[in-house]
T-cell receptor
Framework: DTGVSQDPRHKITKRGQNVTFRCDPI?????LYWYRQTLGQGPEFLTY????????KSRLLSDRFSAERPKGSFSTLEIQRTEQGDSAMYLC?????????FGPGTRLLVL | RKEVEQDPGPFNVPEGATVAFNCTYS??????FFWYRQDCRKEPKLLMS???SGNEDGRFTAQLNRASQYISLLIRDSKLSDSATYLC???????????????FGKGTLLTVNP
């Protein structure tokens, strides 16, 4: 257990529905990252927060995706109007500088 | 060219075998390097950092060649519990606004057989 928690661990939804995932980081880490991993691939970077500021977004993050980190603590990732191609594992990681520790992930299946 | 390329695998080896994984990266500005291990349907976990001088942790040895932009991982005396996917990971650090985000290879699946 790295100390990073994510909720829910699994989510099944129908195409077109909105979903929201939560990440609770290691408390002393001010850097928080979201990654997405599809079958047979390594994780791919989605977005990065330093404290409450969202400082970088991947071009993978379409306008249906939004992420927040109010007060620099937990973070949420929302996907609106889900599509089947959004099915993946969504991983949250926190870090101090170059080392990152991953949460258990939220596995999303869009039917 | 992909940013991080790994041996495609899969690797199937008997217990006790020595197995080596190779990885190349394309961005010469990369600052730090790692091997992560990922068990089936679990999150990636840091196995070890990789340094130019080479580093060893028990049965695991990692090497970095910056000139060739090449990273390796050697597992000696492999155990059944070593079965997992091994991910080669590169970090640009803070250069060019990279914000320390990680770039992963696709991973190489290792199965150690009894």
């Amino acid at each position: 257990d790295t100390g990073v928690s994510q909720d829910p661990r699994h989510k099944i939804t129908k195409r077109g529905q909105n979903v929201t995932f939560r990440c609770d980081p290691i408390s002393e880490h001010n850097r928080l990252y979201w990654y997405r991993q599809t079958l047979g691939q390594g994780p791919e970077f989605l977005t990065y927060f330093q404290n409450e500021a969202q400082l970088e977004k991947s071009r993978l993050l379409s306008d249906r995706f939004s992420a927040e980190r109010p007060k620099g603590s937990f973070s949420t990732l929302e996907i609106q109007r889900t599509e089947q191609g959004d099915s993946a594992m969504y991983l949250c990681a926190t870090g101090a500088r170059e080392t990152q520790y991953f949460g258990p992930g939220t596995r999303l299946l869009v039917l | 060219r992909k940013e991080v390329e790994q041996d495609p695998g899969p690797f199937n080896v008997p217990e006790g075998a020595t197995v080596a994984f190779n990885c190349t990266y394309s961005n010469s500005a990369s600052q730090s390097f790692f091997w992560y291990r990922q068990d089936c349907r679990k999150e990636p976990k840091l196995l070890m950092s990789v340094y130019s001088s080479g580093n060893e942790d028990g049965r695991f040895t990692a090497q970095l060649n910056r000139a060739s932009q090449y990273i390796s991982l050697l597992i000696r005396d492999s155990k059944l519990s070593d079965s997992a996917t091994y991910l080669c990971v590169v970090n640009l650090g803070y250069s060019g606004g990279s914000n320390y985000k990680l770039t992963f290879g696709k991973g190489t699946l290792l199965t150690v057989n009894p």
